[in-house]
């Protein structure tokens, strides 16, 4: 919308959710990540003094609305939910710690990926106990992350004696413990008090018309990303329109 404004065109925000931000405020709350919070906000801000038309807690279904104008979706991307896992209701899903839903002292994190492994990282310095439970060989092991980060992560917890476990899949969450299969085919039953589901996303975009031309997919709905290619796709997205 910023670019698209300051290109002369007329760009009009319609949100489903009472505040702008979507997923990146959650995955901004982290303690130590101020700087994205300070990002956040500072385009909010640009949103104010662009004057740029933004309705709130409206969501849209029905596009023809909008006649032949440019249309871009940002629908983003929906949690993959573990369900066929026996008491996988019983877990929060990551967003859902990000966004305050609180957790008792002993926290089984599943999935190491990034999100989970900052979650960690996160839980350990509010005095948490965090168990990590990943089923492939490596915490962090997506591609594109900056390798000071995950190095970083992985030598933390290695030196705080966070407990890991790689190659273990989750087989059942019952009350105060997780029943997972380590990488000797073992059953193991790990206590804990609460269980953090970060399992990863899937894109969700809005079904819309094939045969329409004027509607553009950006951000997590067209391809889960990170902060910079989602920013990146939207600014080459707006340039093209």
Request: charge should be positive; glycine fraction near 8%; aromatic fraction near 8%.
């Amino acid at each position: 919308a910023r670019v698209l404004k300051k290109r002369g065109h007329t760009p009009i925000i319609y949100e489903k959710a009472d505040v702008l931000g979507g997923t990146f405020i959650p995955a901004s709350a982290e303690s130590y990540k101020g700087k994205l919070r300070d990002l956040l906000a500072w385009y909010r801000r640009q949103m104010e003094l662009s004057k740029i038309e933004i309705h709130l807690n409206e969501n849209v279904t029905d596009l023809s609305r909008f006649g032949d104008e440019p249309i871009i979706i940002a629908t983003g991307s929906t949690p993959r939910i573990l369900k066929n896992v026996p008491g996988y209701e019983r877990m929060i899903e990551a967003c859902e710690f990000l966004n305050g839903k609180e957790v008792g002292q002993k926290v089984a994190v599943i999935g190491g990926g990034l999100t989970g492994s900052e979650i960690a990282y996160e839980l350990a310095l509010m005095g948490k106990e965090p168990i990590i439970i990943e089923m492939k060989d490596d915490l962090v092991s997506q591609k594109g992350v900056c390798l000071a980060n995950s190095s970083y992560l992985r030598e933390w917890f290695a030196l705080h004696k966070v407990p890991v476990h790689l190659e273990t899949s989750l087989k059942e969450v019952k009350e105060g413990a997780v029943v997972c299969i380590d990488k000797w085919k073992k059953t193991i039953t790990i206590p804990c008090d609460s269980v953090i589901s970060s399992a990863g996303y899937i894109a969700n975009p809005m079904i819309v018309d094939k045969k329409k031309k004027n509607v553009y997919f950006v951000g997590d709905c067209r391809k889960v990303g990170n902060l910079r290619s989602v920013i990146w796709g939207a600014y080459e997205t707006a340039m093209k329109i």
